[in-house]
């Protein structure tokens, strides 16, 4: 494989640790119900980043493919990566022993040097230039338009790409090439090197809408012994749990503060009369 390897290490990205993070531990009642469902969020978040991260590979590439003057001269080159990248077999999710990682270009899958040396013996089986310098000079006559032959046979490579859905000449863009004089001649762009940045991004905001999602999939679990409800609070109706203390008081808590914290629900609501109107603001654990 060319290009770097792609891990972003979020030691808390896994299931166990993003509960326990949130206050959830297998002593938790709730524990057993929401792991898969935790799984589930966490596969469906990092699918999402996977494919968000293989379109914008896909722009960094496109950038630095036009910025090589040799292959602007063939549209073909831009869609033989196109259509590489664009298969569903680069995207994924992957999971480590205690880390996921979102899976969004396979270089094994475009190919590299092995599959052009392999495209070029299939164009010339026992013939063409017989050395480098031979090469260099041929294809500096194709690009002054004095010579049509490399061009031809450049088409016919392509089109081996793209019936194949490889783009193995994204290596040299990578790595820059001096030694193949059949293809353009450049220095690296450094197109997988430099995203480094823009995949630990994607994948921290991954982690922290997991999270979030975690959070309010644990505040629609309330214990069993609350009723769900509603409160006009000031003129507008507020959903919610009730229930009667131990000291007597009717306390509502609002929803959308519900938090776990020591695998018990905290919250902040209000301590409501017999009559169910508002006496004060309440805020402190809920029931078991």
């Given at each position: 494989?060319?290009?770097?390897?792609?891990?972003?290490?979020?030691?808390?990205?896994?299931?166990?640790?993003i509960?326990?993070?949130?206050?959830?531990?297998?002593?938790n009642?709730?524990?057993?119900?929401?792991?898969?469902?935790v799984?589930a969020?966490?596969e469906?978040?990092?699918?999402?980043?996977a494919?968000?991260?293989?379109?914008?590979?896909?722009?960094?590439?496109?950038?630095?493919?036009?910025?090589?003057?040799?292959?602007?001269?063939?549209?073909?080159?831009w869609?033989?990566?196109?259509?590489?990248?664009?298969?569903?077999?680069?995207?994924g999710?992957?999971?480590?022993?205690?880390?996921?990682?979102?899976?969004?270009?396979?270089?094994?899958?475009?190919?590299?040097?092995a599959?052009?040396?392999?495209?070029?013996?299939?164009?010339?089986?026992?013939?063409?230039?017989?050395?480098?310098?031979?090469?260099?000079?041929?294809?500096?006559?194709?690009?002054?338009?004095?010579?049509?032959?490399?061009?031809e046979?450049?088409?016919?490579?392509?089109?081996?790409?793209?019936?194949?859905?490889i783009?193995p000449f994204?290596e040299l863009?990578?790595e820059?090439?001096?030694?193949?004089?059949?293809?353009?001649?450049?220095?690296?762009?450094?197109?997988?090197?430099?995203?480094?940045?823009?995949?630990?991004?994607?994948?921290?905001?991954a982690?922290?809408?997991?999270?979030?999602?975690?959070?309010?999939?644990?505040?629609t679990?309330p214990?069993?012994?609350?009723a769900?409800?509603?409160?006009?609070?000031?003129?507008?109706?507020?959903?919610g749990?009730?229930?009667t203390?131990?000291?007597?008081?009717?306390?509502?808590?609002?929803?959308?503060?519900m938090?776990?914290?020591?695998?018990?629900?905290m919250g902040?609501?209000?301590i409501?009369?017999?009559?169910?109107?508002?006496?004060?603001?309440?805020?402190?654990?809920?029931p078991?």
């Open positions: 494989m060319w290009g770097p390897r792609f891990s972003h290490n979020i030691s808390l990205f896994y299931p166990e640790a509960l326990n993070y949130i206050g959830v531990t297998p002593a009642p709730y524990y057993g119900t929401v792991y898969p469902r799984v969020i966490i469906t978040e990092v699918k999402a980043t494919l968000r991260l293989n379109s914008l590979v896909k722009e960094a590439f496109h950038r630095d493919l036009i910025d090589i003057d040799e292959y602007t001269t063939l549209s073909e080159y869609m033989a990566l196109e259509l590489a990248l664009s298969s569903p077999a680069h995207v999710v992957e999971w480590g022993k205690k880390l996921v990682q979102a899976r969004f270009i396979d270089t094994d899958l475009l190919g590299g040097l599959e052009l040396i392999e495209i070029q013996k299939e164009v010339y089986p026992s013939q063409g230039p017989s050395n480098l310098g031979a090469w260099a000079s041929l294809y500096n006559r194709w690009l002054r338009g004095e010579d049509d032959r490399v061009g046979t450049l088409r016919r490579r392509l089109d081996l790409m793209v019936s194949r859905s783009a994204a863009i990578e820059g090439n001096d030694m193949y004089p059949a293809y353009p001649t450049h220095p690296g762009k450094h197109t997988l090197r430099d995203f480094k940045p823009v995949y630990n991004r994607e994948m921290s905001a982690y922290h809408k997991v999270v979030r999602s975690v959070e309010a999939l644990i505040a679990m214990p069993p012994t609350l769900p409800d509603t409160l006009n609070v000031s003129g507008s109706v507020k959903s749990y009730s229930w203390a131990k000291s007597g008081n009717i306390i509502f808590v609002l929803e959308n503060t938090k776990m914290s020591g695998n018990r629900f902040s609501g209000f409501l009369s017999n009559a169910g109107n508002i006496m004060k603001k309440w805020h402190g654990w809920l078991k």
